[in-house]
């Protein structure tokens, strides 16, 4: 079975610095999506970031990218210039080719003003 | 558009009671997902629904919980009877596509006392 690994149960960064959250994941299938959610107080889950295994360039979307590595099984999240309200939890999740969606444990990012 | 929709957003009742969340999902969207979220357990995906049908149910913690999909817009989750460990946040969510973004509503913090 698939599972999602998030190492980090608390990370903090200092406003406008730079932060990497990690993600590893297990897996036997070779075409999948990952994605990172963001879960503010407001408990709302929201997209920050999706990528595609097949595609070999990381996914980009604004301040936020993503450091892919297939072989490694490793989807990490970088945020740069953290701003207040990037302070959330933040989820990785797996989506295999059999549509079935896998979450990680979380990481709580707090931004340090 | 209006995102996904659940209701109601907090529901407190007592053991023993019948609890019915709800969710219309985004217009279009073909595919329609239940997630629970606890502390303890973190987020757990119940059952989803493709064209209304449910494709995978292996979630569902037992027979006291049942999901119905009448139409493309609106589907039920029941909990009968509550018992106090079903207590959590429950999220709908919805996709286009078999390969594509999952959209969460704003979810459904349950207290079943």
């Known amino acids: 079975a698939q599972t999602v690994t998030q190492s980090q149960p608390e990370m903090s960064v200092q406003e406008a610095e730079t932060v990497t959250l990690s993600c590893t994941y297990d897996?036997?299938?070779?075409?999948?999506?990952l994605f990172w959610y963001k879960q503010p107080p407001s408990r709302q889950m929201i997209l920050v970031i999706r990528?595609?295994?097949?595609?070999?360039q990381n996914a980009t979307e604004n301040r936020f990218s993503v450091n892919f590595q297939k072989a490694a099984k490793s989807f990490s999240l970088k945020i740069s210039d953290s701003q207040l309200g990037d302070a959330a939890m933040y989820f990785c999740?797996?989506?295999?080719?059999?549509?079935?969606?896998?979450f990680g444990t979380g990481t709580s990012l707090t931004v340090i003003p | 558009d209006a995102g996904v929709i659940q209701s109601p957003r907090h529901e407190v009742t007592e053991m023993g009671q019948e609890v019915t969340l709800r969710c219309k999902p985004i217009?279009?969207?073909?595919?329609l997902f239940w997630y629970r979220q606890t502390m303890m357990r973190g987020l757990e995906l119940l059952i989803y629904?493709?064209?209304?049908?449910?494709?995978?149910d292996s979630g569902m913690p037992e027979d006291r919980f049942s999901a119905k999909m009448p139409n493309a817009s609106f589907s039920t989750l029941k909990i009968q009877p509550s018992e106090p460990r079903d207590s959590a946040v429950y999220f709908c969510?919805?996709?286009?596509?078999?390969?594509?973004?999952?959209?969460f509503g704003p979810g459904t913090r349950l207290l079943v006392l």
């Open positions: 969510a919805s996709t286009k596509g078999a390969r594509e973004t999952q959209y």
């Open positions: 897996t036997s299938e070779s075409d999948y999506y």
């Open positions: 990528q595609e295994a097949y595609k070999q």
């Open positions: 999740a797996y989506r295999s080719h059999g549509n079935q969606f896998y």
């Open positions: 217009s279009g969207h073909d595919y």
């Open positions: 629904f493709n064209n209304n049908v449910p494709i995978d």
